[in-house]
């Protein structure tokens, strides 16, 4: 099982819960398996052409998926996953 | 009615109300404070503004705050310093340093946002504030938290200077130092924030926190005359005070302060943390984000939340951006010290080091009136200069010793 932080934004569809839990191989498909799961997710997550929003940032165990392979990251059973927008600085 | 109609998100538009909410539920955009510009029209004037008091809350028609129960009183209003010796040195006529390292209480530009966000975290009923902070920030939210009886938690990361540390324990907030970088600070706050009713500054009070910067546009065009500068060089972390002068300037405008906005909008980074200006060099509207490696500590934010603003607000004032190293940075620290007696921490040294070679490109021109902001004060990043600084002379007691090392003629002088 791969745990999914939920942030607030998103906890309406997510009927509340702060963590949800996947068994997706990759970020995308995990996006694909939320959002069967939780419909509307992935409209918020990703814009019209299907990339993730400019303002979206996807952790994997602690790491920036643009410092791995950005969407197509694989996951793997035990791996921790934070979903966290863009904040400011300083 | 309200100066604040609303908050509205950047990307979308949709509006929310003026609660702690910091993220657009639709598409993750980040929220922005809706004025009724309408209604402030009515009554604002340069007369208003100059008969208020001396701190950036003369500017308070502005500034997303209902009453005037105000944490930090004393913020803002720092010095305009016509530079004439480091104008002369970098040959331009009018240049300008905006002096943000005497700002009270904790010696930076952060003491004018947080001022905004916890006046604000109070009227929206908070009793704990925290912020994720490079220092400057932390240092500011637990000095004005001690002096609101807020409780605080400051997250900062595990490689902080000396002074910046001491700077926030001092107050005795709760000081979280995080194995990691400012990134990995950030992203663990976020999520903090999601789980306790806290007042995050830069995080669920992010879209008041932010407008406090604005007051270094207004303070800059008052001081001058009201009359706006030609070019602005400024240091980027998130990217959000440069995109805040952009539109404190355009504030300006729409309500009648002055005719009009020609200011280029310059940006600065360190080499080791310069997501937004290679973005920019390279021509493209997006950044990628960095691991840091900079002694630019206060700026080394691998993704900048606000660069993407950034990057529009520099391109559509078609004014330019820049990175230097740290060799540069330490050396802009040093002139600006030398010349105008102001020592400044390592993003002052970012910012004079990026005037410098935006001069030298000829991108901004001698005649051309000049205003570099310097915001944070040198005395807190020491390590950063303490090995190029030298040494004092040692002697003895003795007028022989003095004269001795000095070599002094009868009419003084002389030389160690």
Redesign the interface.
């Given at each position: 099982m791969i745990k999914v932080r939920i942030p607030t934004p998103l906890r309406p569809l997510t009927k509340g819960q702060g963590e949800v839990e996947t068994k997706a191989g990759s970020v995308v498909e995990m996006i694909e398996m939320l959002n069967s799961a939780h419909p509307g997710i992935k409209d918020r997550l990703c814009d019209e052409t299907g990339e993730l929003r400019r303002f979206v940032n996807i952790y994997v165990n602690e790491e920036d998926i643009r410092f791995l392979k950005g969407k197509d990251t694989s996951l793997k059973d035990g791996d921790e996953v934070s979903i966290v927008p863009a904040i400011a600085g300083g | 009615m309200s100066k604040m109609k609303a908050l509205v998100c950047r990307?979308c538009g949709k509006e929310y109300p003026t609660k702690a909410i910091?993220?657009?539920?639709?598409?993750?955009?980040?929220l922005e404070v809706k004025y009724n510009y309408d209604e402030i029209k009515k009554t604002i004037s340069r007369k208003k503004i100059e008969d208020g008091p001396r701190s950036m809350w003369r500017y308070i028609d502005l500034l997303p705050v209902e009453g005037t129960n105000f944490v930090g009183p004393h913020a803002g209003f720092t010095p305009l310093v016509r530079a004439k010796n480091l104008g002369a040195y970098l040959g331009l006529d009018e240049l300008y340093i905006k002096n943000d390292t005497v700002n009270h209480p904790t010696l930076s530009f952060?003491d004018r946002?947080v001022a905004v966000a916890l006046t604000r975290a109070r009227e929206l009923g908070f009793e704990t504030v925290a912020c994720?902070?490079?220092g400057?920030?932390a240092n500011s939210v637990a000095a004005h938290a001690a002096s609101a009886n807020l409780h605080c938690y400051v997250f900062i990361p595990g490689d902080l200077e000396a002074a910046k540390v001491l700077g926030n324990l001092i107050y005795k907030p709760h000081v979280v130092e995080i194995e990691?970088n400012?990134?990995?600070v950030?992203?663990l706050?976020?999520?903090i924030a999601?789980?306790h009713g806290w007042a995050f500054v830069?995080?669920n009070i992010?879209p008041y926190?932010?407008e406090g910067s604005k007051t270094l546009a207004f303070e800059t065009v008052e001081q001058l005359g009201w009359k706006t500068p030609d070019q602005v060089v400024i240091p980027m972390?998130?990217g959000?005070l440069l995109t805040k002068i952009w539109k404190g300037l355009h504030e300006m405008k729409a309500l009648g302060l002055i005719d009009a906005v020609h200011t280029k909008i310059n940006g600065a980074q360190a080499e080791g943390c310069s997501p937004i200006s290679t973005a920019f060099k390279a021509g493209r509207d997006?950044f990628?984000?960095v691991?840091p490696q900079t002694i630019a500590k206060?700026l080394a934010?691998g993704?900048?939340?606000?660069g993407?603003y950034a990057l529009k607000a520099t391109a559509e004032s078609h004014g330019s951006m820049d990175m230097v190293t740290d060799a540069e940075v330490v050396e802009g620290i040093q002139l600006l010290a030398q010349t105008e007696g102001i020592f400044a921490e390592t993003a002052g040294g970012v910012t004079i080091g990026v005037l410098k070679k935006l001069v030298k490109q000829g991108v901004i021109k001698k005649d051309e009136v000049t205003v570099a902001y310097v915001t944070g004060n040198g005395l807190k990043t020491q390590e950063a200069v303490i090995d190029s600084v030298g040494r004092p002379v040692r002697i003895q007691p003795s007028l022989v010793a003095f004269e001795k090392t000095f070599k002094m003629g009868k009419n003084g002088g002389g030389d160690a």
């Open positions: - | 990307e910091h993220v657009c539920e639709m598409c993750f955009g980040p952060k946002v994720a902070s490079t400057n920030l990691g400012y990134d990995d950030n992203r706050c976020s999520e999601a789980e830069n995080i992010r926190y932010a972390a998130s959000s997006f990628k984000p691991k206060s934010i993704n900048p939340a606000d993407y």
